[in-house]
Every structure is written in structure tokens, then in C-alpha cells.
């Protein structure tokens, strides 16, 4: 039988919160439960909260399990699939938070006391504009979650040398792989999205979401719009959120999108000839591995064809709006 969770201190209806937490589900009520129970010990301390549920459509009856365990969140049917950002857009528009705004994935489970932590770091340091926990799988173990911008040279590095041997070395790899550099403080030029907290500031500096990734980059994206407004993207390691992951690797659809959307953010904001050296780079990495799973021969087409992904054309089983693989 399910049962409610026990609220974290509440803001009042005509109140900003002190911490605003913004969730994006799709068909994720396999997941969901176990974030929402672990929400109030990892709220503890930070303050009165908001728990904003942007659902993108559900037809699992998640809007409904959410309201059932969690009365006191926000629940928010979008009615369709609109993609990860625009539902994390909807959540940051219905309030202001004072000390900021978290941005979790509905299978990632945030440690006790871990949002004041990430408040306190984006609190002390001006010069912070996302602070980021240590990423564990469900055993505790270090996932590596820090990245490094995407170039050209990474792209080359990634695509012939694989991107485990690539990681060691800065130039040719965008996974910071030493995991000696995940200590408190260490900085990324991004990092994955499961987990990212946002101080106010950021948010007025930089904007909402970019939202034609649809899916995968739009966090890529955001970190580096960042870094442009001169804030940083930093790792808090006294603050943990065990998120298991494994979406990308299983599914060719969004193996490929996530493929098409790296030559998307690159031509964003470099020109027409690296742009066109950093797609035959990402193409170069799938055609090598085309024997190795039906994703890497979807990626090929999807590269080839320049296809888009429009809003509503995310597979019904695949849990994608929040239910984000780490890289």
C-alpha cells in the first residue's frame, strides 16, 4: 500500500520558498517513490520548500502516485510531452526561491541534509552560479558526472581512443576520468543534469532553458551559458544523490538523439566549418561502433538524415523527460 511522506517545511501559498526543488516525470512511476521519500530528510535544514512536479504527459499514472506519497508537492500536468527543459522552465517560473533552485530527476536520491550544503555553497561564494553534488551509484560508488567543454579535439579523442582512455587526458577527453578531482570545490565546465543546484542569481544572469534540445545538451547548454555570465559550476562534496541511470545506453532513439543534439549545441556557438568538423567527428565515434548495438546504427541515420526530434516524438516505454541516463 502506498503512503504519504511527511511534508518538508512548507512555504506559504503567497510566499517565495526558500528552496524551490523542480522535478520533470515522464512515465516515471516506477521511480518516483523513492525520490519523493527521500525528499524531506534532504531538505532538512535548508528551509521553508517548494517541490515543484512538472509531468509531461504521463500514461502510467504518475501525477496521480505523486500526489498520493507527496500531497504537499505541486503537481503540474503539462499534457504532452514538451522535453526536459520546458518542463524545468514551467517548475523555475512558479516561484522565486530565495537561496535557490534544485533541478532533479525523479530517479535521483538526494543524501540527508544535502540542499542546505548546496545552498550554503552558492551562499558564501558570489562568484558561484551552480553547485553540484558528488553523483554515487546505488552501491555508493563515484560516478564520474564533471565535463569538460565540448571541442573538436575531445570529440577525436572520444571517437578513436573511446571515451574511458580518452578522460585521462584533458585535451581529448570531456569526462573529467581522475577521480582525484572530485573533491569540494573542483570546477567543470558542466556537468550531467540529474542533480544541479541554481543559485538566484544564475537564473536572473542567464535565462531560462533552452528549449529545442528537447532532451540531452539542454543542461550542457545551460552550464555554459553560465560560465558566459562569469559564474562558475562547481562540485559540493559533502552533498551526494544516488542516481542509477542507464536510459542512454539501452534505447537507439535516445542514444541517437543525444548524438544529434552534441553537433546541435556545438554549431550553436562555433561557425560553419568546425561546426562541420565536430559532426564528422560524432559521426566518425558511432560508424567505429555500429557493430556494437542497434543505438550506435540509429545514431548513424539520425546523424546523417539532420534530424530534429520534434516535441512529441519520444517512444511511449521510454521514460525521457527526467528519467536522464548519466553519460
Known sequence: ???????????????????????????????????LRALPA???????????VVDNGSRDGTPDLV????????????????????????????????????????????????????ARAVETDTGLGIAVPRIVDEQGRL???LRREPTLWRALGEATLGGRRASRVPLLGEVVGDVDRYVDGATADWATGAAMFIAPRTVERVGPWSEDFFLYSEET?????TRDAGLRLALVADASVMHPGGELGTSPWLWSLAAVNRTRLYRRRHRALPSAAYWSAVLLNEVLRVR??????????ALLRGVRFPVDTAPGPVQTGGARATR
Open 143 to 145: 560516478k564520474l558526472s
Open 292 to 301: 556494437r548495438g542497434p543505438q550506435h546504427r540509429e545514431a548513424v541515420r
Open 67 to 118: 500526489r498520493t506519497v507527496a500531497p504537499w508537492a505541486v503537481v503540474l500536468e503539462v499534457g504532452a510531452n514538451r522535453g526536459y527543459a520546458a518542463g524545468i522552465n514551467l517548475a523555475l517560473s512558479c516561484s522565486s526561491a530565495r537561496r535557490g533552485s534544485y533541478v532533479l530527476n525523479p530517479d535521483a536520491i538526494p543524501s540527508p541534509g544535502s540542499v542546505d550544503r548546496l
Open 42 to 52: 534532504a531538505l532538512a535544514g535548508a528551509g521553508t520548500a517548494r517541490v515543484v
Open 1 to 35: 500500500m502506498v503512503t504519504a511522506v511527511a511534508a518538508p517545511t512548507p512555504a506559504a501559498a503567497e510566499a517565495d520558498p526558500d528552496v524551490l526543488v523542480a522535478v520533470v516525470t515522464y512515465n516515471s512511476a516506477p521511480l518516483i517513490e523513492g525520490f
Open 221 to 225: 547548454d545551460f552550464a555554459l551559458r
